[in-house]
């Protein structure tokens, strides 16, 4: 596993933020599901895409400097600032924008929300 | 007839709850939940996770009891998947957020490990 591909990850309806593009390396290759209930469908495509590995979040854990993005499925509150000041790209699956007391860290370029499997194509 | 939705005894208080208490927001998460969200969580070890929450239900954490005014799309989900709850003392009638489970705006208690949480109602949530 060395050769990774990239995507891109684009708003959903009535999501914000991105579009990110997103290539794991040999070091940065976990697609990191925060979603509960194992690898959510949107981390599970950008895993095929990219040849990166889906890893679930509440399974194990994994320093942040391996992670190449973080997939989430959060209300707006807590997970969707917390990646983001971390410096990790933030792929929320809900039509969420910057909110919460960690709303200062969400901006265009590291945070997309919205997302759908189909929203994400090779780049 | 009142049930209990949902109960819980709490194991770990990150250090950054009390500056979210502030902001009279509580975020509790189960004891699986990753690392990196433990700083402002309440971290908890769930006894009874029946339903879903819906208004009109009772919070409780030790000897605080609040009543639940409105209650975002997912924090059903959230709670029985991850025994994740934004509790928000905002008191809106309707959830700003989709994770949100608002109660009247007071200031909310600083939760202790071993500090107990339970969810009551009576009405069957939608």
């Known amino acids: 596993m060395g050769d990774y591909k990239s995507v891109r990850i684009a708003a959903g309806r009535g999501g914000w933020g991105g579009p990110l593009v997103i290539q794991p390396n040999s070091t940065r290759n976990l697609i990191y599901s925060v979603t509960g209930g194992g690898i959510h469908p949107v981390a599970q495509r950008i895993a095929e895409l990219t040849g990166g590995e889906p890893f679930d979040g509440f399974r194990s854990s994994a320093p942040f400097d391996r992670i190449a993005v973080a997939v989430i499925d959060c209300g707006g509150t807590a997970r969707i600032g917390v990646y983001p000041m971390k410096k990790v790209p933030t792929v929320d699956v809900h039509p969420t924008s910057p909110a919460g007391p960690l709303a200062m860290f969400i901006k265009e370029d590291i945070f997309v929300s919205g997302v759908k499997p189909e929203n994400v194509t090779e780049a | 007839m009142e049930v209990t939705r949902y109960a819980t005894e709490v194991t770990a208080v990150g250090a950054l709850v009390p500056d979210f208490v502030e902001q009279q927001i509580l975020v509790f998460f189960s004891d699986a939940a990753p690392e990196e969200l433990h700083d402002f969580s309440v971290l908890h070890h769930p006894t009874v996770a029946k339903s879903g929450l819906t208004t009109g239900d009772e919070v409780v954490i030790d000897g605080t009891t609040m009543r639940v005014l409105s209650v975002g799309d997912l924090a059903e989900q959230n709670l029985l998947a991850l025994g ?19 109660v009247e705006a007071r200031a909310l208690p600083i939760p202790r490990p071993g500090s107990k949480l339970w969810i009551t109602g009576t009405l069957t949530p939608p």
């Open chain 2, 84 to 102: 994740h709850l934004n509790l928000k003392a905002n008191g809106a009638s309707q959830a700003p957020l989709p994770g949100d489970v608002c």
